[in-house]
């Protein structure tokens, strides 16, 4: 089936960037959408970015402005350019990928941002 493999995070001071990649590898399937969550301790999973296969996105009122997400459809990759990061971004982020109403997820990649 679908495998998701998330790359990109670390520390980063607030006001830097950092870009999240996230890679999905298999054949014989087709994503409809793919996205970024996160859930920082404490909180609640929060959809923070996604994005059809047509390139319609949506994003968290927290980050517009901020984030932008971004799609390769012929590498079946996702990627999240993360700009003027803040403290309250800091949290594991998790890629999801749809296909034919199932979920499929990454095992997370760790954005810490400090002040």
């Known amino acids: 089936q679908v495998q998701l493999v998330e790359s990109g995070g670390g520390l980063v001071q607030a006001g830097g960037s950092l870009r999240l990649s996230c890679a999905a590898s298999?054949?014989?399937?087709?994503?409809?959408?793919m996205g970024w969550y996160r859930q920082a301790p404490g909180k609640q999973r929060e959809l923070v970015a996604a994005i059809t296969r047509a390139g319609n996105t949506i994003y968290a009122d927290s980050v517009k402005g901020r984030f932008t997400i971004s799609r390769d459809n012929a590498k079946n990759t996702v990627y999240l350019q993360m700009n003027s990061l803040k403290p309250e971004d800091t949290a594991p982020y998790f890629c999801n990928a749809v296909m034919y109403g199932l979920n499929y997820w990454g095992k997370g990649t760790l954005v810490t941002v400090s002040s």
């Open positions: 298999g054949s014989g399937f087709s994503i409809n959408a």
